[in-house]
């Protein structure tokens, strides 16, 4: 018997060559047609080869694989504060305790951990209080018939600062409007420090602990005083405003109401901004996903004051309020449907200052200088001219900055592009006086009034795209385009279209119908769907043939790992108009040893895994990467180019998620390298075998591990497994097989592999039945994998 598995097992060895000598074959062969699909920067020549061995060797498990609980942030409070200014503000969340650090992004903000709190949960609670009862029991049975607190607390072993937290717990239960929520368990107090010339706006945080890094939250940099809300601001107003301009920052408990009295002069005019979703954009288990302010103003007497509410520019209210004598007001502040939690955090901006309510046009060619005009309150300069630029810039927005003086700014984001450009001409609200549009054009319209409707007739055949952007640049307009012949025949019909990269718009109001045009030619109307009208509603109309586009998203935005590491990534290529060409990415002036592998986007995949290597000797400081993605027009030599902008992917109310693009991808490299993982991988393209099996040869790399020690999980595509065994002589092989019914004919991806290493200490005095011991080498590069049913 022992003889036969030892032939067996020398059978199975000679095959195991067999293979891999077949393999080598076939891998060299593959090398070389997929030499056109190669990065340009990361995967030319044999120099590849040997980058690619170092990386292997060096290759230590990453940080994120060792920990199950990263640090979670719910929400800051308050969220921000003054340029040139210290304060505390407390982050809520889950697994903060171990946060080490605190990292704001861009410069001149520095943050310092100050504490760290939780309160009682009702287990730890009640073990205290069980604690005191039966430590009060004894005593009394002792003798004292009425022992005092010290007395039951020092009996029961109970500190000061357990009882304290007693105390704190049975206030939180008393307090109706507080509801438990193990995501805002945690408090972590941190300090901030702002320098006196640091940039205005919004900053990310995030913490960082000695294991995985979190989510991040925005606080912003203001130019303004701030104050916080005062408790209980329910009936009588808070009264911490005593001047203007002012930002009150506050928080909505469940049926919760704030109201904060602020002095005001006749004749100012008064922007009242309620920041909900621009610090905490959208919430993850609470219907509809936001935090949803409602503003009202009372005069003195408690009279409400009509007020004109908008919402330009972003989802939270505005309110315009020019003031009809001297008074103290009462602004109030509430969500609209009387929920409420820690996490409902605000920051209320009062006072005359500058602010723009709609921009028209909404944008201009890259090749002029075209003058913009400006529409809002309290601005001095309500003009800008924008810049001729020589060259077409990967990014279709430009942002432009108006100054007001004395510090103030406001800034506007224009869409540039090199089309005819042309402006409405009214009357054209019917199709005797439609003004005719040549495609391709890009016609800056208004729709002026309730009710208005501007028609253009549309010169020229053949396939054409029609979008509208209106709300996608804060204009009020919820547009609707149709298209019919000259005869009155619908050709197309569109309300809203759903643009996926807009990670902050959740109602999608622009346009965009594809439709042929006849020969003769044909009628295009555009108007509002609710009737709505007005000097603000304003769009940029683009008629031209449809168009080969994608733009790229990366997460997770920060990266948190290990010198030498091979992280997983991924890419989101959002497609327009069906483009399904392959796409090619590539870091940008990235630092020596950072590279990628599979970096190939398929043109069937929206969602694509890949792998970044970092280099052993990475800096500690945090690193800025860039990542680019390019791929063939059709039926063209044209090369279109796009940056992959980092991006947090964020759910919505249990259910819906949204690429929110952030500033910088970033890398944090912290720790030191882990062992050597014990062999080679090569560099080649997998061609899986639907149903059946293919052996990836392993060199391997010297160590005295052996190959039934080393284990391979597969994390993607589901449906395929992977086993190391030993082979030929410095050789193992690396068996994958393929489920069929979960791997599609033709698929494309990338194979991610994770190593890691079971091995059982040798049996002693002390430990005689040791247990296996598990260490991490981490993720190998991604290997490409074509699905077929041929092997």
């Not at 030892?6 to 195991?16: G, N």
């Not at 109401?257 to 609470?286: N, T």
């Not at 030191?672 to 293919?694: D, K, N």
Request: with cysteine.
């Amino acid at each position: 018997m022992l003889s036969g598995q030892r032939d067996l097992r020398a059978f199975q060895a000679e095959r195991a060559a067999m293979e891999l000598k077949v393999a080598f074959q076939g891998f060299a062969r593959l090398d070389s047609e997929r030499a056109g699909l190669r990065s340009c920067r990361d995967l030319r020549g044999r120099a590849w080869w040997g980058l690619l061995w170092a990386l292997v060797l060096s290759l230590p498990a990453p940080l994120f694989a060792q920990s199950n609980a990263r640090p979670h942030l719910a929400y800051a409070y308050p969220a921000g504060a003054r340029r040139g200014e210290t304060c505390e503000i407390v982050l809520g969340g889950q697994h903060l305790k171990k946060a080490q650090g605190a990292y704001v992004a861009g410069g001149g903000v520095r943050a310092e951990i100050v504490r760290w709190y939780r309160g009682l949960t009702p287990g730890e609670y009640n073990q205290l209080r069980t604690k005191l009862d039966e430590a009060r029991e004894r005593l009394v049975n002792d003798g004292q018939a009425n022992p005092s607190r010290e007395a039951i607390s020092r009996e029961a072993g109970v500190t000061a600062e357990q009882l304290r937290e007693i105390e704190l717990y049975q206030e939180r239960q008393r307090n109706s409007k507080r509801q438990p929520n193990e995501q805002l368990e945690e408090e972590l107090t941190v300090r901030i420090t702002i320098a006196s010339d640091a940039e205005y706006g919004r900053r990310e945080l995030r913490l960082v602990d000695d294991a995985a890094i979190s989510n991040p939250l925005w606080i912003n940099v203001g130019q303004y005083p701030e104050t916080r809300e005062v408790e209980p601001n329910d009936v009588v107003a808070d009264r911490a405003v005593e001047s203007l301009p002012v930002v009150v920052n506050g928080q909505i408990l469940p049926g919760d109401v704030d109201r904060f009295l602020f002095p005001a002069k006749k004749g100012q005019k008064l922007v009242i901004v309620a920041g909900a979703r621009e610090v905490i954009p959208y919430l993850a288990d609470a219907v509809p996903g936001w935090f949803q302010p409602t503003l009202k103003l009372f005069d003195s007497r408690g009279q409400e004051i009509p007020v004109t509410t908008a919402f330009h520019f972003h989802q939270d209210p505005v309110v315009y309020f020019e003031v009809p004598q001297d008074d103290r007001y009462t602004i109030q502040i509430r969500d609209g449907l009387y929920r409420g939690r820690e996490d409902f955090v605000y920051r209320l901006l009062v006072g005359e200052i500058p602010f723009v309510t709609s921009v028209f046009p909404l944008g201009a060619s890259w090749d002029e200088r075209t003058p913009i005009q400006l529409e809002g309150w309290n601005l001095k300069n309500r003009s800008l001219t924008t810049k001729s630029v020589g060259f077409r810039q990967i990014q279709p927005f430009q942002w432009y900055t108006v100054e007001q003086g004395e510090d103030l700014s406001v800034r506007v984001p224009l869409r540039m592009d090199s089309l005819p450009e042309l402006f409405d001409k009214e009357p054209n609200d019917d199709e005797d006086s439609a003004q005719r549009v040549s495609v391709p054009a890009i016609v800056n319209g208004r729709i002026d009034r309730p009710g208005d409707e501007d028609v253009y007739r549309l010169a020229g055949a053949g396939k054409v795209a029609i979008e509208v952007y209106a709300r996608r640049h804060g204009s009020p307009l919820d547009a609707y385009i149709q298209l019919t012949d000259l005869r009155g025949k619908e050709l197309a019909f569109n309300d809203d279209y759903e643009d996926k990269t807009q990670g902050l718009l959740t109602h999608h109001a622009d346009s965009r119908p594809v439709a042929h045009l006849p020969t003769s030619g044909a009628l295009l109307r555009i108007g509002d769907t609710q009737g709505e009208g007005g000097s603000g509603f304003v769009y940029r109309l683009y008629v031209r043939p449809p168009k080969s586009n994608f733009e790229l998203r990366v997460t997770p935005s920060c990266v948190l790992t290990r010198p030498g590491s091979v992280v997983p990534i991924t890419v989101h290529s959002l497609r327009e108009l069906d483009f399904d060409e392959d796409i090619e990415l590539a870091l940008v002036d990235a630092p020596p040893g950072f590279s990628l592998s599979g970096n190939i986007v398929p043109g069937t995949v929206n969602r694509h895994s890949l792998t970044l290597a970092i280099p052993a000797n990475a800096s500690s400081e945090t690193i800025r990467l860039k990542m680019v993605g390019g791929a063939r027009i059709p039926h063209t030599r044209s090369l279109l180019t796009r940056p992959a902008v980092p991006a947090e992917d964020m759910m919505q109310a249990f259910l819906w998620r949204h690429l929110v693009p952030v500033e910088e991808w970033h890398v944090l490299v912290r720790g030191s390298p882990a062992g050597a993982i014990p062999f080679e991988a090569p560099p080649a393209t997998a061609p899986l075998v639907r149903g059946g099996e293919m052996l990836i040869p392993l060199r391997v790399s010297g160590s005295n591990v052996t190959a039934s020690e080393v284990r391979i999980d597969v994390k993607e595509p589901k449906g395929v497994t992977a086993e190391v065994e030993a082979a030929a002589a410095g050789f193992w092989g690396l068996r994958l097989k393929t489920d069929a019914s979960k791997v599609p004919a033709g698929a494309r991806g990338n194979l991610l592999l994770y190593a890691y290493r079971m091995s059982t200490p040798a049996a002693s005095k002390d430990n005689p039945n040791p247990k296996p011991w598990r260490s991490d080498y981490g993720y190998l590069p991604a290997i490409p994998y074509l699905a077929s049913s041929k092997p």
